[in-house]
């Protein structure tokens, strides 16, 4: 069973900036990310990133503004969002996976919910106009 303990988050004023972090514990992950879920809609795929490669994908909404990187030793994942816009007000959840999805010559960076098995509480982020 995996632990995420997520750290960040709070309330920023449009074109701020704000940095999420996620710790994990437990059993070993191989892939963690970010998920957001804005009141009255689905939980949306952020950013993800290959523990162990570095390999990263971002949704397009999100690509040039927010970065995730990766501890490996301390096996935790931060993600970095500069110019903030009030639609990304959301809950921010951190997820891992323990399944390895990349193979040797192949980098598959998960982006699904159904990707991840392990959740964190989740974190609020409100971004004010």
């Known amino acids: 069973q995996v632990q995420l303990e997520e750290s960040g988050g709070g309330e920023v004023q449009s074109g701020g900036s704000l940095r999420l972090s996620c710790a994990a514990s437990?059993?070993?992950?191989?892939?963690m990310g970010w998920f957001r879920e804005a009141p009255g809609k689905e939980r949306e795929f952020v950013a993800a990133?290959?523990?162990?490669?570095?390999?990263?994908a971002y949704a397009e909404s999100v690509k040039g503004r927010f970065t995730i990187a990766r501890d490996v030793a301390q096996n935790t994942v931060s993600l970095q969002m500069n110019s903030l816009r009030p639609e990304d007000t959301a809950v921010y959840y951190c997820?891992?996976?323990?399944?390895?999805?990349?193979?040797?010559?192949?980098?598959?960076?998960?982006?699904?919910?159904?990707?991840?098995?392990?959740w964190g509480q989740g974190t609020q982020v409100t971004i004010s106009s």
């Open positions: 997820a891992a996976s323990t399944f390895k999805y990349s193979s040797a010559d192949y980098d598959y960076v998960p982006t699904s919910r159904l990707d991840f098995g392990s």
């Open positions: 437990g059993r070993s992950v191989y892939h």
């Open positions: 990133i290959i523990l162990y490669r570095g390999t990263t």
